[in-house]
């Protein structure tokens, strides 16, 4: 069997590319599963994720072929909407690289990381009501959050699809880069958030996706942990030892 994901994995990040580019990388069972593996490891050992489309598509949805025949268990069972929820929550940045359609299932994981970048010729909605369906894993309520309920309601009531300067415009993607710069853009980002202190952005994510009651006891209690650390003395020895100069 064909592996539905390549991953290139380094000492800070992981590169996942979506390798289904016969069918433009449609999420079907076998990708799903092969990200849960990927989402394990960042789990336990946490590190900056890439993700990108092979074959000039980021994902233009789930595999319509499988989701014919799911029924009200599989719905149930919230086989997208388990994993992009566990993307969203991996300890350490994801960043979602875009060309091309993302659509769907394809759109609702890239609404689930923290960073989205794209290429001018990135167009991304979610039609799932043309297929009698909803955007169930996670576009009714990210979307929103994202860029406002009156967009949100014309992607998904009214079918509206957005291209890259509509999406940039709306801070939906952070950057539209052309297509041969896409991945070592996405390594820019990545560097950005390595360069910074590991801990740090980590617990700040956390904070950032706590709910709102929690605040600020979860902020105190992060700040508290990171107040203990070396990397804390060294960084601000260091800031105070540069002003010197």
């Not at 980002?189 to 590991?198: C, K, L, Q």
């Amino acid at each position: 069997m064909t592996a539905a994901l390549k991953v290139e994995d380094s000492d800070d990040r992981v590169v996942v590319h979506l390798n289904r580019p016969e069918v433009r990388n449609a999420i079907d069972q076998q990708m799903v599963d092969e990200l849960h593996a990927v989402c394990h490891r960042l789990e336990a050992v946490p590190k900056v994720m890439l993700l990108i489309g092979e074959g000039g598509t980021f994902a233009a949805g789930a595999d319509i072929a499988q989701l014919r025949e799911r029924r009200r268990d599989d719905a149930l069972r919230g086989i997208n909407s388990g994993l992009f929820g566990r993307i969203r929550r991996l300890p350490m940045p994801t960043v979602a690289l875009l060309d091309g359609f993302a659509l769907g299932g394809g759109a609702e994981l890239a609404y689930a990381c923290d960073f989205r970048l794209g290429t001018p010729r990135v167009r991304i909605g979610n039609p799932e009501p043309d297929l009698g369906i909803l955007a169930a894993a996670g576009a009714t309520w990210r979307l929103k959050e994202l860029v406002g309920e009156p967009v949100a309601k014309e992607i998904l009531l009214a079918g509206r699809v957005l291209d890259a300067s509509e999406a940039l415009a709306l801070r939906l993607l952070n950057e539209v880069t052309e297509p041969d710069d896409l991945l070592a853009s996405g390594h820019r980002w990545a560097d950005r958030t390595g360069s910074r202190g590991a801990l740090a952005i980590r617990l700040t994510k956390a904070a950032f996706h706590a709910p709102r009651e929690a605040h600020p006891y979860v902020d105190d209690l992060t700040q508290a942990i990171l107040f203990e650390t070396d990397d804390k003395q060294a960084r601000m020895t260091a800031f105070l030892e540069r002003k010197k100069k």
